[in-house]
Structure formats: structure tokens, C-alpha cells
């Protein structure tokens, strides 16, 4: 994580928006904490302030009902005024405790907005992850911003109040010395130049012991992100499971993991350590302050300046300047540490889209004809200098079957992904019915596709759902989809019908599916969505040629009279199509069917086929 430097006034502005932001999360969060603060600051001073004046009464005989009033103020008001900050506090508690979901939910919508090419960017899931490892770790981040403003506006509210009462304490110090004005101001200068070198002292400590400490929490966000590679994305998967036991990697893991601790643990001791040496010098200062105060108040008592049930007062309120001040300055100094982690999240709520999203609805056709056309396109992936796609250029209708066949690599999946729009052409342009799709309105194109991917996933949520991709969906159009697929009686099997959980992940009456169920529920869901164009890309690249052709071929028969892009490296899953694109390193070096391409010996698709011919040759 690269060092920033941060100046003040720019820590500010970054913290009051995240501020806003956390608190906006919830309806009347700013009001009631608002609310919250000066209860607290009144708890703090309401025996001071009320057991002092029944000192004083009581000093100065005052009478039986000044007494009593005194009593009551002191602990039936005392009571009232408890309850109603311990009441606010389970508020307050109850917002921080979403402090980091909320924010994060809100982080996820962004996530799920971007341009996907920021999917595919290592660089943005890193810093992600960063932002994960920090609130996991630490709380660092927007949810350490919320812990700690509440408590340093409400201690710097306490501290003055406390500083009120102290300038008050030493203007009398005019009155100890009646007609020495000099004597006087000498007395005050000591006492404030004492008070100043002393707090000079403790706020040295506090900042070198904060900064210090923090330096070592940074340190183990890059730790934390392997802690987490190995506990939950290497250890725990059941495909790395097989190849840990396989080949005995049992004391490698174990000696990475057990050094990766001592890294996590040798930081969080010398933090330790830190936060020791800061407690003894501030509390050494404190304890010199508390003297020096103590001896101010003795003078004044002895000079009559104050009553002595002031003392309780007085005493009360530098006693708590010294400790918020103590507090408050360890957590302004952690809140302006904390201010690069604040400042990651909102960096990241500020990635721009780089994707127009178009403002011309998509046509509604009574006919429903599109062409679709590639005109001269090319296409790098952010980042690199090779074109995946060169000069590519193609053209084909509503209706038809395309298959789209070649070598891995050769940019078939890059074609589907250009032509969903999850990215723009490099160069060229993408047409449907003669207008640039880039001029469409981004979501209302979307909704013309869709798509069965080769890395489908099916999350661990109802079946319905699944099908759907909705938590409102049409319970008939959704059984009538999955008896087409062949799913039906894997349905009739669900204990809760379409609400019952698939995969036992978060659920014991989840019902967990196999590989090939799970391909039928992703063509569910493709079909159930009854847009003009249908992508299956590579989505059984795990079967075997003659499995996947059975499932191309019954696909086919499902998709009725829509448009049906078919991806695939094998060339016996496409043999139905009457149209069949040939992608070689990036062009579109043939087309034709299957008769005529195979009889081009000259050809790829020649070689391909007879290259592959004896994985799928079956008895005539």
C-alpha cells in the first residue's frame, strides 16, 4: 500500500463526507447522535455541579428544604438523566453496529455497477480487498470513522465545559490576592505554563505512540489478505482439498500459514508495547497535572477565593479535561491516520464509468427483425497492446443460428462479450439495424441477450430466484421452463417447491445440485427471460463432444424461432447450424455450413475437424 500524504484541511472534507455518508445510511442517525452527545456531556457534570451546591448549602446553613431539593437533584435527577443516555447509547450502538454493513452493502451496489471491464482488473479487486482487509482487521475505514467522531466532538464539548470552569477557577485567583494584581497574574501564568508544558508532553506521547501503531496495523492488511487466501480461498474449497491430500501439501500450507501469524502477531505485540509505553508517560503527566490542581484549589480554599463544596466541582471538571483531552487526542490522531482508509473507500464510490450508456430506446419491432453487424472492429482488453479482435467484421439476422467455432484463444468469447456490450470496440463499430449500440440506452440494450457463460454461477439462493434472477417472478412461466430443460422432476423432488434453497451453503434443507443440473437451471434462467437473442458460450466445456452436442441440440429445439449464437472449440457440437463462424487469432477467416466448410481442405475448419474427428466419430 503506497504512502499518502494527507494535509489537514483535505482530511477534514474526506472525513466529514464519509461522515455524512455513514450517517445518511440511517434515517435520523445525525439527529439522534446530535442528541446522544449532549446527554452524555451532562451525565458528566450533573454530580459534579449538584453535589458541589450541597456542599456548599450545607457549609452555609442553608435550609431543610434547600437540602432536600439538593438530594433529590442528585439522585433521583441523576437517575432520569441515566436512563435517558443509556437509552440514546443502545441508539447510537445500534447504528455503529451497521457501520460497516451498511456502507458495505453500498460498496457492493457500486461493484455491481461498474463497467465490467473493472471486473476483469486485478488492480480493482485488490483494492477492494484492501478495504475488506482494513474493516476486517481492524475496523479501520468508514467504520472506524463512525466509532470515532461521536466520541471526539462529544469529548471535545466536555472539554469545554471543563475549560469554562477552569477559567473561572482562575480569575478568582484576583480575589485570593486582593490588591496584588501582580502576585495574581503570576500565579496564573505559573499555573497555566505548568499546564501547557505538561499537556505539550502527554500530547508528544500520544501522537508518537498512535502513528506507530498504526504503522504496524498497515503493515497487516497485506498479511490479512494471505490469511484470508489461505483459510478461505485455498484451504477450505473442496477442488484444492483434493490437491493438498494428493500431493501431501499439508506441511507446506501449514509452514506458510505459521510464519504468516508470526508476521500478523509480531505486529499486534510491538502495537502493544506502543500503547504500554504511551499509558506510563501519560499517566505520569496526569498524575502531575492532578497534583498541580489540587494544589490551586488548596490556595484558593485557604484564600477564601472558593467554598469548599466547589472543590468537588472544580476538581471533577480538570480530572475530565484531563481525561477526554487524553482521549481525544489519541483518537485524533488515530481519526487522521484513519483518513487514507476513508479516503480508499470513496475513492472507490468515485471509479467513473467509462461506458456512454446511450439514450435511444431499442426499436420495438412488430417483426421482430435486428440484424446485428460487426464493421471492421478491433479490440485490445485494457492494459495490453495485443488486439484480441482485428478487423473484424460480420453480419447476421434475427432468427438464425450462428455457431462460432476455433482454437482457445482465438476471441470467441471476446466476440459475446463485444457483442453484449460488456465492453466497446477498440476500433470499429457494432451496429443493430444500421445505428451504433453504443447510442442505445445501455440497460434496454442488455435486455435483448441472454446469456449462458462458460463460467455460469448459481448462487446459493431459491430455485425460483435462481430461474427468475428476481425475488418477483412468475411461478407458472418458471415450472414451464424447467419441465423444458428437463428439470421437472428434480422440481417435484423439492421439499418447498421453487423456495427451496439450492446447495446447503447457508441452509441444511438447501438441496444440493449436480454440474449438469446446474448447467439446465443457468438455461432456465436464459430462457425464462424470453429476450431476441440467446448465447450459450461454452457453458459444457467440461463434457465430453458428444455430451455437449446432445445438450446444443436440445438447446436448439427450445430456443424456437430466436436468434441462437452458439460458442464452442468443438466442431461436432455446432454441426446443426447453417451458419458457422470460423474465429482464427482474432479474425473471421470463414463462414458457411458444416458441408460446405468441411470440403475447404485448404481451411481451418478442415483441420480442426479431422483433428477432433476422433473424439466424437460414433458407429453410423
Not at 421452463?481 to 438447501?510: C, S
Request: proline share 3%.
Amino acid at each position: 500500500m503506497t504512502e499518502e500524504k494527507i494535509g489537514l484541511k483535505d482530511a477534514i472534507k474526506i472525513n466529514l463526507r464519509g461522515l455524512l455518508l455513514v450517517y445518511s445510511l440511517v434515517p435520523g442517525n445525525l439527529f439522534m447522535t446530535g442528541l446522544f452527545i449532549v446527554v452524555d456531556v451532562i451525565v458528566s457534570y450533573w454530580d459534579y455541579f449538584f453535589l458541589a451546591k450541597f456542599v456548599n448549602d450545607v457549609v452555609l446553613g442553608s435550609s431543610r428544604e434547600v437540602l432536600v431539593w439538593d438530594v433529590i437533584l442528585v439522585t433521583i435527577g441523576q437517575t432520569l438523566i441515566s436512563h435517558l443516555y443509556n437509552l440514546l447509547h443502545k441508539f447510537w450502538y445500534y447504528s455503529g453496529s451497521n457501520s460497516w454493513e451498511l456502507p458495505n452493502a453500498h460498496l457492493n451496489e457500486k461493484i455491481m455497477s461498474m463497467d465490467y471491464e473493472y471486473m476483469e482488473s486485478e488492480s480493482i479487486h485488490n483494492r477492494r480487498r484492501d478495504i475488506d482487509a482494513m474493516a476486517r482487521h481492524s475496523g479501520g475505514g468508514v467504520c472506524k470513522l463512525f466509532w470515532l467522531a461521536t466520541p471526539v466532538v462529544e469529548k471535545i464539548i466536555q472539554m469545554m465545559v471543563a475549560l469554562g470552569y477552569t477559567a473561572y477557577l482562575v480569575s478568582r485567583s484576583f480575589v485570593a490576592f486582593p490588591g496584588e494584581p501582580v502576585k495574581a497574574a503570576a500565579f496564573v501564568g505559573v499555573f497555566f505554563l505548568a499546564f501547557a508544558v505538561l499537556l505539550t508532553i502527554s500530547t508528544k506521547k500520544n501522537k508518537e505512540a498512535e502513528e506507530k501503531m498504526y504503522r504496524y496495523e498497515e503493515a497487516n492488511v497485506p498479511n490479512d489478505r494471505q490469511y484470508v487466501f489461505y483459510t478461505t480461498e485455498y484451504m477450505e474449497k473442496e477442488e484444492c482439498g483434493k490437491t493438498i491430500r494428493m500431493f501431501h501439501q499439508q506441511n507446506l500450507l501449514c509452514f506458510h500459514f505459521e510464519n504468516l501469524m508470526k508476521a500478523i502477531n509480531g505486529n499486534v505485540n510491538k502495537m502493544g508495547k506502543e500503547n504500554q509505553k504511551r499509558n506510563v508517560w501519560v499517566g505520569a503527566v496526569e498524575a502531575f497535572v492532578s497534583g498541580l490542581v489540587y494544589f490551586l484549589l488548596a490556595v484558593m480554599v485557604s484564600k477564601g477565593a472558593i467554598l469548599v463544596g466547589s472543590i468537588c466541582l472544580y476538581a471533577g471538571c480538570i480530572t475530565n479535561f484531563l481525561h477526554h483531552f487524553r482521549w481525544c487526542l489519541a483518537q485524533c490522531v488515530e481519526l487522521y491516520a484513519n483518513t487514507k482508509y476513508v479516503k480508499m473507500y470513496l475513492d472507490f464510490l468515485d471509479i467513473p464509468n467509462k461506458k456512454y450508456e446511450g439514450t435511444l430506446p431499442v426499436e420495438k419491432r412488430d417483426d421482430d427483425q435486428f440484424t446485428i453487424e460487426f464493421r471492421h472492429v478491433s479490440f485490445r482488453y485494457p492494459g495490453s497492446d495485443r488486439d484480441v479482435l482485428k478487423d473484424f467484421s460480420i453480419k447476421f439476422h434475427i432468427g438464425e443460428r450462428l455457431a462460432v467455432v476455433g482454437k482457445n484463444g482465438s476471441g470467441k468469447t471476446t466476440f459475446i462479450k463485444l457483442l453484449c456490450r460488456l465492453y466497446d470496440p477498440t476500433e470499429g463499430e457494432i451496429l443493430l439495424n444500421g445505428i451504433d449500440i453504443r447510442k442505445y440506452d445501455y440497460r434496454e440494450y442488455l435486455s435483448l441477450f441472454s446469456v449462458v457463460f462458460q463460467d455460469f454461477k448459481i448462487p446459493a439462493l431459491p430455485l425460483g430466484e435462481n430461474v427468475a434472477a428476481s425475488r418477483e417472478y412468475d411461478a407458472d412461466r418458471v415450472r414451464s421452463v424447467l419441465e423444458r430443460v428437463g428439470l421437472g422432476e428434480l422440481l417435484r423432488k423439492m421439499p418447498h417447491g421453487l423456495d427451496t434453497p439450492l446447495y446447503t451453503d447457508f441452509d441444511k434443507n438447501g438441496v444440493d445440485i449436480s454440474g449438469g443440473e446446474a448447467q439446465k437451471v443457468a438455461i432456465a434462467r436464459a430462457l425464462y427471460h424470453d429476450t431476441p437473442f440467446v448465447i450459450l458460450d461454452e457453458p459444457t466445456a467440461a463434457l465430453d463432444p458428444l455430451a455437449e452436442y446432445d445438450i446444443y441440440s436440445h438447446f436448439d429445439d427450445l430456443v424456437g424461432s430466436k436468434t441462437a449464437v452458439y460458442i464452442s472449440h468443438r466442431l461436432s457440437s455446432c454441426q446443426f447450424c447453417n451458419d458457422i463462424l470460423v474465429i482464427d487469432e482474432g479474425k473471421a477467416v470463414q463462414r458457411g455450413n458444416h458441408e460446405k466448410l468441411v470440403q475447404d481442405r485448404e481451411g481451418l475448419y478442415y483441420t480442426l475437424w479431422n483433428t477432433q474427428a476422433q473424439y466424437y466419430q460414433t458407429e453410423g
